[in-house]
């Protein structure tokens, strides 16, 4: 490895896939710190049911973006954009590599890539989306979107309310589409990024999310989601493992189904990682059961 250079290996893959446990090891093998780009940890109320390391994993290698923020701050993608990149450049005065693992698809482009740039709008016109949302569901907006922005529809995450209230509200306030803003000049990174996939069958990934919600449920994810009733409404809440826990502590389902749909969610929210995921064509994809020294091998190889 040359003194100058830098490199960022980006963890990447599905939900409940061994994400944290690679990304330990490998920070352990490269003695260096692990970034989190997993937008559900950040919150420190938030822990069972967005599956944040044990405080053993925390232990084991040194953790940065994990519980930071609470659920009533506002924090979005571009403010981790800035964050991110201004830790990472610290830490590569003293490293020459940086972890970075999570399954937020955005949020690890943000760092890897840079966001696009957009508009600033007009701040009543996401509020109108989100009563309209409330009103006549998802659909109504999927259709506004096609009609809008026929492009942006047929490749954003669809049946995410966030993604299509986002879309929209930069169609509706700049009067242009949101697909002509998309992969204009961004910044430039002082790193070279190294992404490791992990990867399985989709039986093999769905029965390791079954099985790590039922852990979830077993450790305690209906008392803390009881405590963050009163929240509910708050965005980051908005999210699996939590809306669904709400539906039963409010007596709209028993928690058999709550239990299921959890799991449902998850395996839907796992394909969609993998949707994301695979259109980077520089991944290096491992089975989840790949060896360490393995994975080491193809990662040093690119020095």
Request: proline share 3%; glycine share 4%; hydrophobic share 35%.
């Amino acid at each position: 490895m040359k003194v100058t250079d830098k490199y960022l290996l980006s963890i990447v893959g599905p939900t409940a896939i061994g994400k944290t446990a690679l990304s330990i090891q490998l920070a352990n093998h490269f003695n260096t710190d692990i970034v989190s780009a997993d937008s559900r940890q950040f919150f420190k109320e938030m822990s069972i049911g967005t599956a944040t390391p044990s405080k053993e994993e925390l232990a084991a290698a040194k953790h940065h973006f994990i519980h930071h923020k609470s659920i009533t701050e506002d924090y979005n993608v571009g403010a981790f954009e800035k964050d991110a990149i201004k830790q990472i450049k610290t830490l590569h005065q003293s490293h020459d590599t940086v972890i970075m693992v999570g399954g937020s698809g955005l949020y690890v482009d943000a760092v890897t890539k840079g966001l696009d740039n957009f508009p600033e709008v007009d701040k009543s016109i996401r509020q109108q989306l989100n009563n309209q949302l409330e009103q006549e569901g998802l659909k109504a907006l999927q259709r506004q979107l096609k009609q809008l922005d026929p492009i942006s529809y047929n490749t954003i995450t669809i049946d995410n309310p966030h993604r299509v209230i986002r879309a929209l509200e930069i169609c509706i306030g700049s009067g242009q589409p949101y697909s002509s803003f998309l992969n204009k000049d961004k910044n430039k990174r002082p790193f070279k990024t190294i992404t490791i996939g992990l990867e399985a069958e989709r039986p093999i990934i769905y029965d390791r999310i079954n099985q790590r919600v039922i852990k979830m449920v077993e450790a305690g994810l209906v008392d803390e989601v009881k405590l963050l009733l009163p929240y509910k409404n708050l965005n980051s809440l908005k999210t699996v493992g939590y809306k669904e826990v709400f539906k039963y502590l409010e007596g709209e389902w028993s928690l058999e189904v709550a239990i299921s749909e959890i799991q449902k969610n998850s395996r839907r929210f796992a394909k969609r990682q993998l949707t994301w995921f695979k259109k980077n064509p520089e991944t290096f994809w491992f089975d989840y059961k790949t060896s360490l020294k393995d994975i080491i091998f193809k990662i040093e190889s690119q020095f």
